[in-house]
């Protein structure tokens, strides 16, 4: 069957040419944009074009946004971690220097003590440093760092700022050893600074002391402070030792009277070691004060006054 002359169907016709229909669009395009300029007929749609696609655009930037989150938390918690690190090494820096300003603070107001403590005392003293406790767990014992070169003697009193707190046992050519006040085999005598009474303190381990040896009538009171009494030539008169705390009258012959030392002795590293008591000079012997005269030559004799007055003439005639 021949094909020469045969027509196409009108359900395959094309239509107008593709330029024609490109035309048309474009005419309708310009049309609409100036329709829109002019009168904003489409500003609706677009608003509501907006808001539908908003999802739509939210979730294709997902992607990127996730990657520039996750960039930035990882840089910004790296940047974290190392300040962290030097706030931390820098706040441990300071507070090293904090404890180094409060030990200085501590000794600037020791020393300051110790001095305004050796001016007031008309003796002579060598500062030390308290290095350690002794070993034995029985004595209340410290170690000193200066002995018998910087000349320290065993019996020499120990004060700190406030008071004594112990007594020189024993000497080492570098070191020494001190007893303190609340050793219970340590003694030392004192004098109520309210009347003068005298008696002897004695350590009563735990911290504290008594006075002991005194009747219980006697005029002691809470509060009194004792002062040393200077009568064993070991201590200067006039220390601060301690103060009375409680006074126990009973049926006894003797009161117990406990106290508690007034200079530090179980916290001061900064010490004074004073010199012993110097003896008051001997009086003098009224008969040795008096002036040696010769026999005959006091003054106002009168067998002076009578040798003055008549002189022997040789040459006078017989």
Request: glycine share 8%; charged share 20%.
């Amino acid at each position: 069957m021949s094909l020469i002359g045969h027509s196409v169907p009108p359900i395959f016709r094309r239509g107008p040419a593709p330029l024609v229909r490109l035309m048309v669009f474009v005419a309708i395009a310009l049309t609409m944009l100036v329709a829109d300029l002019k009168f904003r007929y489409l500003e609706v749609m677009r608003q509501s074009l907006s808001v539908i696609l908003y999802p739509v655009e939210m979730a294709a930037a997902t992607p990127a946004d996730l990657v520039r989150n996750a960039s930035t938390y990882f840089a910004t918690l790296a940047k974290v971690q190392k300040e962290n690190a030097e706030l931390r090494g820098e706040r441990l820096r300071v507070g090293e220097r904090l404890v180094q300003f409060e030990q200085m603070s501590r000794e600037n107001d020791e020393l300051r003590g110790l001095l305004g403590m050796a001016q007031r005392l008309e003796a002579r003293s060598v500062a030390a440093q308290v290095l350690y406790a002794a070993r034995d767990p029985f004595s209340r014992k410290v170690i000193l760092d200066r002995g018998a070169t910087h000349g320290v003697d065993a019996g020499q009193a120990v004060v700190d700022a406030t008071g004594v707190i112990g007594q020189v046992s024993r000497v080492y050519p570098i070191q020494s050893e001190v007893t303190l006040l609340t050793d219970k085999d340590q003694a030392i005598p004192v004098t109520v600074a309210r009347n003068g009474l005298r008696g002897a303190v004695f350590g009563a381990g735990r911290g504290q002391l008594e006075l002991r040896f005194l009747p219980a009538n006697a005029d002691v009171q809470p509060g009194d402070e004792l002062l040393t009494s200077g009568l064993d030539g070991l201590y200067l008169p006039g220390l601060p030792v301690a103060r009375v705390m409680r006074v126990e009258r009973d049926s006894q012959a003797f009161a117990r009277i406990l106290c508690l030392p007034l200079g530090g002795v179980e916290s001061s590293m900064r010490v004074l070691v004073l010199s012993r008591a110097e003896p008051l000079p001997p009086m003098p012997d009224p008969a040795e004060a008096l002036p040696i005269v010769p026999e005959g030559r006091g003054a106002g004799s009168p067998a002076e006054h009578q040798g003055e007055a008549k002189p022997t003439n040789p040459k006078a005639p017989g």
